[in-house]
Protein backbone atom coordinates (compact mmCIF):
# COMPACT_ATOMS: atom_id res chain seq x y z
CA UNK A 1 0.00 0.00 0.00
CA UNK A 2 1.09 3.47 -0.66
CA UNK A 3 2.10 6.17 2.21
CA UNK A 4 3.36 9.56 2.10
CA UNK A 5 5.75 11.33 4.18
CA UNK A 6 6.18 15.03 4.35
CA UNK A 7 9.22 16.00 6.07
CA UNK A 8 8.67 19.08 8.34
CA UNK A 9 5.58 19.97 10.26
CA UNK A 10 6.52 23.46 9.77
CA UNK A 11 8.51 25.19 7.58
CA UNK A 12 9.28 29.00 7.74
CA UNK A 13 11.15 31.31 5.05
CA UNK A 14 11.55 35.13 4.25
CA UNK A 15 9.51 36.61 1.72
CA UNK A 16 11.38 36.49 -1.26
CA UNK A 17 13.47 33.61 -0.21
CA UNK A 18 13.09 29.79 -1.70
CA UNK A 19 9.91 27.56 -0.73
CA UNK A 20 11.20 24.02 -0.15
CA UNK A 21 8.77 21.49 1.07
CA UNK A 22 9.72 17.80 1.06
CA UNK A 23 7.31 14.93 -0.34
CA UNK A 24 8.46 11.02 -0.48
CA UNK A 25 6.04 8.01 -1.36
CA UNK A 26 6.80 4.65 -0.85
CA UNK A 27 8.54 2.74 -3.12
CA UNK A 28 6.04 1.01 -5.36
CA UNK A 29 5.74 3.42 -8.46
CA UNK A 30 2.41 5.56 -8.27
CA UNK A 31 0.56 6.60 -11.24
CA UNK A 32 -0.08 9.72 -10.05
CA UNK A 33 1.28 12.14 -7.69
CA UNK A 34 -0.26 15.56 -6.09
CA UNK A 35 0.10 18.40 -4.35
CA UNK A 36 -2.53 20.33 -2.71
CA UNK A 37 -3.44 23.77 -0.92
CA UNK A 38 -5.57 24.41 2.13
CA UNK A 39 -5.83 28.27 3.39
CA UNK A 40 -7.47 28.83 6.90
CA UNK A 41 -10.66 27.80 7.00
CA UNK A 42 -10.65 26.32 3.24
CA UNK A 43 -11.26 23.25 1.64
CA UNK A 44 -8.26 21.81 -0.40
CA UNK A 45 -7.06 23.05 -3.84
CA UNK A 46 -5.14 21.33 -6.08
CA UNK A 47 -1.95 23.04 -6.63
CA UNK A 48 -0.30 20.22 -9.34
CA UNK A 49 -0.46 16.95 -10.30
CA UNK A 50 2.38 14.29 -11.95
CA UNK A 51 0.40 11.93 -14.04
CA UNK A 52 2.57 11.01 -17.13
CA UNK A 53 5.56 12.35 -19.40
CA UNK A 54 7.45 15.12 -17.82
CA UNK A 55 8.69 14.90 -14.68
CA UNK A 56 8.68 18.46 -13.90
CA UNK A 57 5.54 19.30 -13.07
CA UNK A 58 4.05 23.18 -13.19
CA UNK A 59 1.22 24.59 -10.57
CA UNK A 60 -0.48 27.42 -10.02
CA UNK A 61 0.84 30.48 -8.08
CA UNK A 62 4.35 29.94 -9.20
CA UNK A 63 4.65 26.70 -7.99
CA UNK A 64 6.76 23.50 -9.53
CA UNK A 65 7.79 20.35 -8.03
CA UNK A 66 10.38 17.54 -9.73
CA UNK A 67 9.05 13.87 -9.81
CA UNK A 68 12.48 11.48 -9.13
CA UNK A 69 12.01 8.35 -9.43
CA UNK A 70 15.17 7.17 -8.37
CA UNK A 71 14.11 8.78 -4.99
CA UNK A 72 11.26 7.97 -4.76
CA UNK A 73 10.17 11.80 -4.11
CA UNK A 74 8.42 14.67 -5.42
CA UNK A 75 9.44 17.50 -3.64
CA UNK A 76 7.42 20.76 -4.09
CA UNK A 77 9.44 24.41 -4.48
CA UNK A 78 9.13 28.04 -5.54
CA UNK A 79 12.05 30.51 -6.26
CA UNK A 80 10.16 33.47 -4.17
CA UNK A 81 7.79 33.27 -1.32
CA UNK A 82 5.26 35.33 -1.04
CA UNK A 83 3.18 36.67 1.65
CA UNK A 84 0.10 34.83 0.57
CA UNK A 85 1.66 31.40 0.31
CA UNK A 86 1.44 31.23 3.25
CA UNK A 87 -0.83 28.00 4.19
CA UNK A 88 -1.17 24.17 4.58
CA UNK A 89 0.37 22.57 2.09
CA UNK A 90 -0.22 18.29 1.26
CA UNK A 91 1.17 15.90 -0.77
CA UNK A 92 -1.29 12.87 -2.30
CA UNK A 93 -0.86 9.82 -3.77
CA UNK A 94 -3.02 7.24 -5.03
CA UNK A 95 -3.78 4.82 -2.62
CA UNK A 96 -4.68 1.30 -4.75
CA UNK A 97 -6.32 2.58 -7.40
CA UNK A 98 -6.65 6.29 -8.88
CA UNK A 99 -10.08 6.83 -6.66
CA UNK A 100 -8.71 6.53 -3.75
CA UNK A 101 -6.07 9.17 -2.81
CA UNK A 102 -4.09 9.12 0.27
CA UNK A 103 -2.60 12.29 2.02
CA UNK A 104 0.47 13.13 3.86
CA UNK A 105 0.31 14.30 7.29
CA UNK A 106 1.04 17.93 5.74
CA UNK A 107 3.30 21.16 6.22
CA UNK A 108 2.19 24.43 7.41
CA UNK A 109 4.35 27.06 5.46
CA UNK A 110 4.56 30.44 7.01
CA UNK A 111 6.39 33.25 5.48
CA UNK A 112 8.05 36.17 7.32
CA UNK A 113 8.00 39.56 6.20
CA UNK B 1 -15.52 25.35 -12.39
CA UNK B 2 -15.99 22.35 -10.34
CA UNK B 3 -18.10 23.23 -7.48
CA UNK B 4 -18.13 21.04 -4.35
CA UNK B 5 -20.53 22.40 -2.15
CA UNK B 6 -20.81 21.29 1.75
CA UNK B 7 -23.84 22.59 3.65
CA UNK B 8 -22.73 24.27 6.29
CA UNK B 9 -19.40 26.05 7.25
CA UNK B 10 -19.53 25.94 10.94
CA UNK B 11 -22.16 23.21 13.36
CA UNK B 12 -22.25 22.83 16.81
CA UNK B 13 -23.90 19.65 18.24
CA UNK B 14 -24.63 18.02 21.28
CA UNK B 15 -23.37 14.43 22.69
CA UNK B 16 -26.19 11.87 21.45
CA UNK B 17 -27.28 14.10 18.48
CA UNK B 18 -28.08 12.19 15.10
CA UNK B 19 -25.79 14.71 12.61
CA UNK B 20 -26.01 15.13 9.08
CA UNK B 21 -23.67 16.41 6.86
CA UNK B 22 -24.75 17.43 3.03
CA UNK B 23 -22.36 17.48 0.08
CA UNK B 24 -23.67 18.58 -3.22
CA UNK B 25 -21.21 18.84 -6.58
CA UNK B 26 -22.15 19.52 -9.70
CA UNK B 27 -20.18 18.31 -12.43
CA UNK B 28 -21.64 14.66 -12.86
CA UNK B 29 -18.59 12.85 -10.94
CA UNK B 30 -18.62 9.23 -10.53
CA UNK B 31 -16.69 9.21 -7.08
CA UNK B 32 -17.68 11.14 -3.43
CA UNK B 33 -15.45 11.29 -0.94
CA UNK B 34 -16.00 12.39 3.17
CA UNK B 35 -12.47 13.01 4.99
CA UNK B 36 -11.82 14.16 8.30
CA UNK B 37 -9.04 16.55 9.39
CA UNK B 38 -7.34 17.05 12.39
CA UNK B 39 -3.82 18.61 13.59
CA UNK B 40 -1.10 16.35 13.29
CA UNK B 41 -3.28 13.41 11.85
CA UNK B 42 -3.79 14.96 7.94
CA UNK B 43 -6.98 13.82 6.28
CA UNK B 44 -8.31 10.50 6.41
CA UNK B 45 -10.74 8.91 4.64
CA UNK B 46 -14.25 8.17 6.35
CA UNK B 47 -16.09 6.28 3.24
CA UNK B 48 -16.20 6.74 -0.32
CA UNK B 49 -18.87 6.39 -2.86
CA UNK B 50 -18.07 5.48 -6.45
CA UNK B 51 -21.75 5.27 -7.43
CA UNK B 52 -25.20 5.84 -6.89
CA UNK B 53 -25.88 3.64 -3.82
CA UNK B 54 -22.61 2.16 -3.31
CA UNK B 55 -20.39 2.89 -0.74
CA UNK B 56 -16.64 1.90 0.69
CA UNK B 57 -15.07 2.04 4.40
CA UNK B 58 -12.40 4.35 4.45
CA UNK B 59 -9.78 4.05 7.14
CA UNK B 60 -12.34 5.56 10.02
CA UNK B 61 -15.63 4.36 9.05
CA UNK B 62 -16.36 3.81 12.87
CA UNK B 63 -19.12 6.04 14.34
CA UNK B 64 -20.21 7.10 10.72
CA UNK B 65 -22.44 6.16 7.79
CA UNK B 66 -22.74 7.67 4.64
CA UNK B 67 -26.24 8.09 2.02
CA UNK B 68 -25.80 8.45 -1.88
CA UNK B 69 -29.27 8.26 -3.15
CA UNK B 70 -28.89 10.93 -6.13
CA UNK B 71 -25.11 10.91 -8.07
CA UNK B 72 -24.97 14.53 -6.83
CA UNK B 73 -24.79 14.22 -3.22
CA UNK B 74 -23.35 12.20 -0.43
CA UNK B 75 -24.13 12.57 3.17
CA UNK B 76 -22.26 11.86 6.28
CA UNK B 77 -24.22 10.87 9.46
CA UNK B 78 -23.25 10.82 12.64
CA UNK B 79 -25.57 8.42 14.03
CA UNK B 80 -24.89 9.89 17.65
CA UNK B 81 -22.21 12.40 17.70
CA UNK B 82 -19.31 12.41 20.66
CA UNK B 83 -17.01 14.94 21.31
CA UNK B 84 -14.43 13.11 19.97
CA UNK B 85 -16.13 13.50 16.40
CA UNK B 86 -15.21 17.56 16.99
CA UNK B 87 -13.53 18.17 13.43
CA UNK B 88 -13.04 19.31 10.05
CA UNK B 89 -15.15 17.45 7.99
CA UNK B 90 -14.19 17.93 4.26
CA UNK B 91 -16.27 16.38 1.07
CA UNK B 92 -14.71 15.69 -2.38
CA UNK B 93 -15.50 14.55 -5.69
CA UNK B 94 -13.64 13.28 -8.78
CA UNK B 95 -14.37 11.59 -12.07
CA UNK B 96 -12.60 7.63 -12.78
CA UNK B 97 -11.25 9.14 -15.88
CA UNK B 98 -9.56 12.45 -14.18
CA UNK B 99 -7.45 11.51 -10.87
CA UNK B 100 -7.58 14.27 -8.25
CA UNK B 101 -10.08 15.08 -5.90
CA UNK B 102 -12.32 18.12 -5.67
CA UNK B 103 -13.10 19.73 -2.69
CA UNK B 104 -15.70 21.46 -0.39
CA UNK B 105 -15.14 24.62 1.71
CA UNK B 106 -14.93 22.09 4.86
CA UNK B 107 -17.40 21.95 7.88
CA UNK B 108 -16.21 22.54 11.25
CA UNK B 109 -18.34 20.52 13.37
CA UNK B 110 -17.87 21.02 17.12
CA UNK B 111 -20.16 18.67 19.73
CA UNK B 112 -20.42 19.81 23.25
Known amino acids: AQSVTQLGSHVSVSEGALVLLRCNYS??????LFWYVQYPNQGLQLLLK??????LVKGINGFEAEFKKSETSFHLTKPSAHMSDAAEYFCAVPKTSYDKVIFGPGTSLSVIP | DVKVTQSSRYLVKRTGEKVFLECVQD?????MFWYRQDPGLGLRLIYF???????EKGDIPEGYSVSREKKERFSLILESASTNQTSMYLCASSSPSGPEAFFGQGTRLTVV
Open chain 1, 50 to 55: YTTGAT
Open chain 2, 49 to 55: SYDVKMK
Open chain 1, 27 to 32: SSVPPY
Open chain 2, 27 to 31: MDHEN
